[in-house]
């Protein structure tokens, strides 16, 4: 769903791919993030190609559900709070709309040896 902002000049759409850029790239720079993971994939997700971000766009909120992997031996919690924050601060400040809530869901751990 893409975002269409409106005013004097004409139309400004924002691509629901550009949402999912800025998230993505917000939350890879947040230390202790591995990198995006691939969701669990459902009949409808394998039409759509299952992004590791999925963004619900409605009229009054604007929902993410990221989907990483982590490093081994980061606080979970504490870096997902980070993540959230990151997340939140970025696409707001890109798009101009509130977010309302950004899930993380972690998918997994990556081990020293199996980052390299």
């Known amino acids: 769903m893409d975002e269409k902002k409106k005013n004097p000049e004409g ?8 949402v999912v850029a800025i998230a993505s790239t917000a939350a890879q720079e947040v230390a202790g993030v ?4 691939s969701r669990t994939a459902n009949l409808r997700g394998l ?3 299952a992004k590791p971000v999925r963004v619900v766009n409605n009229e009054n909120e604007t929902i993410l559900d990221l989907y990483l992997n982590l490093f081994a031996g980061v606080n979970i ?6 993540v959230q924050r990151a997340v939140k601060t970025a696409v707001q400040s890109m798009i101009g709309k509130p977010v309302t809530r950004v899930n993380v869901h972690v998918m997994g751990i990556v081990f020293e040896n199996e980052a390299k």
Do not use: R
């Open 11 to 18: 139309n400004c759409i924002i691509s629901e791919d550009v």
């Open 34 to 37: 591995a990198g995006m993971a």
């Open 47 to 49: 039409m759509k190609g």
């Open 77 to 82: 919690q504490q870096t997902a709070g980070e």
